[in-house]
Nanobody, 123 residues
Framework: VQLQASGGGLVQAGGSLRLSCAAS????????MGWFRQAPGKEREFVAA????????YYADSVKGRFTVSRDNAKNTVYLQMNSLKPEDTAVYYC?????????????????WGQGTQVTVSS
């Protein structure tokens, strides 16, 4: 199983980025997908998640209204659209796959992880 995250970069506060996570080696449509992030010196935290079919989405309070998670099962890809970025959004962002239909919010419940992509938001 491989989860390849991409789309990170350096952006000014208020800007936008779109992260992608391409999956291979698993039946993508049978996995809920999550996004997590880890800032320097901090624990990894939940950001957003989406169910198998995209019917259910979940967001951390800190990103609600600014980030949108979506998926394209035909392309085996999950996305994270990040708008109105803030310096506190700076972190390495990881995608992960959860074998349940409705994703869980705890990172230890996820089965597979990508390598992460760096997002840096300057003030």
């Amino acid at each position: 199983v491989q989860l390849q995250a991409s789309g990170g970069g350096l952006v000014q506060a208020g800007g936008s980025l779109r992260l992608s996570c391409a999956a291979s080696g698993l039946t993508f449509s049978s996995y809920a997908m999550g996004w997590f992030r880890q800032a320097p010196g901090k624990e990894r935290e939940f950001v957003a998640a989406i169910s198998w079919s995209g019917d259910y989405t979940y967001y951390a309070d800190s990103v609600k209204g600014r980030f949108t998670v979506s998926r394209d099962n035909a392309k085996n890809t999950v996305y994270l659209q990040m708008n109105s970025l803030k310096p506190e959004d700076t972190a390495v962002y990881y995608c992960a796959a959860d074998s349940l239909y409705v994703p869980r919010l705890a990172d230890q419940e996820y089965d597979y992880w990508g390598q992460g992509t760096q997002v840096t938001v300057s003030s």
